[in-house]
Nanobody
Framework: VQLQASGGGLVQPGGSLRLSCTASGFTLDLYGIGWFRQAPGKEREGISC????????YYADSVKGRFTISRDNANDTVYLQMNSLKPEDTAVYYC??????????????????????WGQGTQVTVSS
């Protein structure tokens, strides 16, 4: 069981990137998928997650309105479209898969604890 995040890179402020999460050994469609990021000296944080059951989504306040998570079932890929990028978005981005969908106050959980499988991260650097 392996996950792979890809699509990172160097982008100017205001630019866009699309991250992809793919898997080998299992089907992403059957799992809740989360995107997390970790900046130097900071804890890993959940920024966007999508459930496996009802496809409900969560966005952290810091990315709401700028990032969009989506599933491409035909290609068994989960994307994170990132627009209007800011220098503070600079981090290593990880995707993770969870076997069980957890909800908090009716919203799909995007907490690290709820995700069982993790891939290698992809670096996103937002700088002019």
């Amino acid at each position: 069981v392996q996950l792979q995040a890809s699509g990172g890179g160097l982008v100017q402020p205001g630019g866009s990137l699309r991250l992809s999460c793919t898997a080998s050994g299992f089907t992403l469609d059957l799992y809740g998928i989360g995107w997390f990021r970790q900046a130097p000296g900071k804890e890993r944080e959940g920024i966007s997650c999508i459930s496996s059951s009802d496809r409900s989504t969560y966005y952290a306040d810091s990315v709401k309105g700028r990032f969009t998570i989506s599933r491409d079932n035909a290609n068994d890929t989960v994307y994170l479209q990132m627009n209007s990028l800011k220098p503070e978005d600079t981090a290593v981005y990880y995707c993770a898969a969870g076997e069980i969908d957890y909800y908090t106050d009716g919203e799909v959980s995007c907490h690290i604890v709820g995700y069982d499988y993790w891939g290698q991260g992809t670096q996103v650097t937002v700088s002019s």
